[in-house]
Nanobody, 125 residues
Framework: QVQLVESGGGWVQPGGSLRLSCVAS????????MAWLRRPSGQEREFPRELVAHITKDFSASVGDSVRGRFAISRDNAKNTVYLQMNNLRPEDTGVYYCHAAMDMGPDRGIAEYWGQGTQIIVSS
């Protein structure tokens, strides 16, 4: 059974930092591209979700324009875990953050995608 379990969310004041963790199980973590996406505060629909950061199975990392210079993504394949380090948080970073995995299952099966349940971030004074 595939699981992505996020942790590290909570309340923080503007300018503060948090680190999210996502522990994966039930699939070959080292073969998956991992990402963090968020659903902004006030958006009731589950989708769309904003891509915050992405890291390939080869450790090539990228972050979205709105968080560049403040957020960083990393992964530890030995721990089946992907992290999101968030610094200098702003009120507009408030939302639900989701861990996402994507794995190429080959031409016959396509891309397998998995989601975590999400963790809430509130940035407020």
């Amino acid at each position: 059974q595939v699981q992505l379990v996020e942790s590290g969310g909570g309340w923080v004041q503007p300018g503060g930092s948090l680190r999210l963790s996502c522990v994966a199980s039930g699939f070959t973590f080292s073969a998956a591209a991992m990402a963090w996406l968020r659903r902004p505060s006030g958006q009731e629909r589950e989708f769309p979700r904003e891509l915050v950061a992405h890291i390939t199975k080869d450790f090539s990392a990228s972050v979205g324009d709105s968080v560049r210079g403040r957020f960083a993504i990393s992964r530890d394949n030995a721990k089946n875990t992907v992290y999101l380090q968030m610094n200098n948080l702003r009120p507009e970073d408030t939302g639900v953050y989701y861990c996402h995995a994507a794995m190429d299952m080959g031409p016959d099966r396509g891309i397998a995608e998995y989601w975590g349940q999400g963790t809430q971030i509130i940035v407020s004074s």
